[in-house]
């Protein structure tokens, strides 16, 4: 496997007839597709002061980010040289760039920087995350990440046919919950090759799962009613406690004042001693019971139930 594999964006750039775009200063954009679900990426030999470098840009806006990204050139004989490896805080304004090299440098035959009179660039770009308006930073979960055993995958059908996927690292979700600790005992599939294990979502709901994944992560900032019940759902589907926990105490912070919908409150601890105190009797208790099953109540929410009703 080449270096550059290791990235969720890479390939190689072919910029022929080195030295009459390097007379006119006009060598031409070379599309390179879409990382970070930003489209437009292009290549470019760029000039400065006599000298030119491999630059990797787009012209859509991108907020500062933390990733990692690489350049290679290839010389005649396969041979690789001006290697450039970075990883840390990045900007597009700052640049992703290649190793400066002088004109005269680049068209010398016997350096042998030239294949059939161009220039073979690899490349390789990888975005872990942005950082926000507000001075947070969220995750980049639509690009796979190197290492297929460290890394668990969610699909679903699109509308055309194909898969929709979120990527995430395996770790974290492993030591919070035993979901993922064997894919053998959860309903997940193992794709051809080399790629991830990945857990099979019902339609629609890869909209709501980059949020949630946010959440297991630790960003959360505030809880957005219609979202709720999606959370919580993932977070019990999942056997991710911690996930449940961090939700009640941001809704019980959030909602303060606000009338609790049941159906998320009966999900939480706090939230439902909130709702039982908006009861005002155990006939209006029973009158909101009244359309839900049972089995939809787990055991504490139901021990809080029946002592409301045993007290008013």
């Given at each position: 496997m080449?270096v550059?594999q290791k990235y969720?964006l890479n390939?190689e750039?072919?910029?022929?007839n080195?030295?009459f775009h ?10 390179i597709g879409?990382?970070g679900m930003?489209?437009?990426w292009f290549?470019?030999?760029r000039h400065k002061?006599?000298?030119?470098r ?10 500062r980010f933390?990733g990692?990204f690489y350049f290679?050139v290839l ?6 040289v001006f290697?450039v490896?970075k990883?840390g805080?990045?900007?597009?304004k ?7 090299v002088e004109v005269g440098e680049?068209l010398?035959?016997?350096?042998g920087?030239l294949?059939?009179g ?9 975005i872990?995350g942005?950082?926000?308006d507000d001075?947070?930073w969220?995750?980049n979960f639509?690009?796979?990440m190197?290492?297929?055993?460290q890394?668990i995958?969610f699909?679903?059908e699109s509308?055309?046919g194909g ?6 690292h395996?770790q974290l979700?492993?030591?919070?919950s ?15 090759g ?5 857990v099979?979502l019902k339609?629609?709901?890869i909209?709501?799962l980059?949020?949630f ?10 809880v957005?009613?219609p ?6 759902a ?12 961090l ?7 959030d909602?303060?004042?606000k009338k609790?919908?049941l159906s998320?409150?009966i999900?939480?601890r706090?939230c ?9 009797s155990s006939?209006?208790?029973?009158e909101?019971?009244r359309?839900?099953?049972l089995?939809e109540?787990p ?6 139930f029946?002592?409301f009703?045993f007290?008013?």
């Amino acid at each position: 496997m080449s270096v550059r594999q290791k990235y969720a964006l890479n390939g190689e750039c072919f910029f022929e007839n080195a030295r009459f775009h390097m007379e006119r200063n006009d060598f031409p954009e070379i599309p390179i597709g879409r990382v970070g679900m930003r489209g437009g990426w292009f290549i470019k030999m760029r000039h400065k002061n006599g000298t030119y470098r491999p630059f990797i840009v787009t012209r859509q806006e991108v907020p500062r980010f933390e990733g990692r990204f690489y350049f290679n050139v290839l010389k005649n004989d396969g041979s690789s040289v001006f290697t450039v490896e970075k990883q840390g805080r990045m900007s597009i304004k700052e640049g992703l760039s290649g190793v400066e090299v002088e004109v005269g440098e680049w068209l010398k035959e016997e350096n042998g920087y030239l294949r059939d009179g161009g220039i073979l660039v690899e490349y390789g770009l990888q975005i872990e995350g942005f950082l926000l308006d507000d001075d947070t930073w969220t995750f980049n979960f639509y690009d796979p990440m190197f290492g297929s055993q460290q890394t668990i995958g969610f699909h679903e059908e699109s509308k055309n046919g194909g898969l929709s996927y979120l990527y995430c690292h395996k770790q974290l979700l492993t030591f919070h919950s035993p979901y993922f600790d064997s894919h053998k005992e959860t309903p997940m599939i193992e794709l051809p090759g080399d790629r991830k294990i990945t857990v099979e979502l019902k339609a629609r709901y890869i909209d709501y799962l980059e949020f949630f994944l946010e959440v297991c992560h630790g960003v959360l900032r505030t809880v957005k009613d219609p979202l709720i019940d999606a959370y919580l759902a993932f977070a019990q589907e999942y056997k991710l406690s911690n996930v449940t926990r961090l939700l009640d105490q941001t809704m019980h912070r959030d909602t303060s004042g606000k009338k609790m919908v049941l159906s998320s409150a009966i999900k939480t601890r706090h939230c439902l001693a909130d709702w039982l105190e908006e009861q005002g009797s155990s006939r209006e208790l029973a009158e909101e019971l009244r359309d839900m099953g049972l089995k939809e109540i787990p055991g504490e929410a139901m021990k809080q139930f029946v002592r409301f009703f045993f007290t008013h």
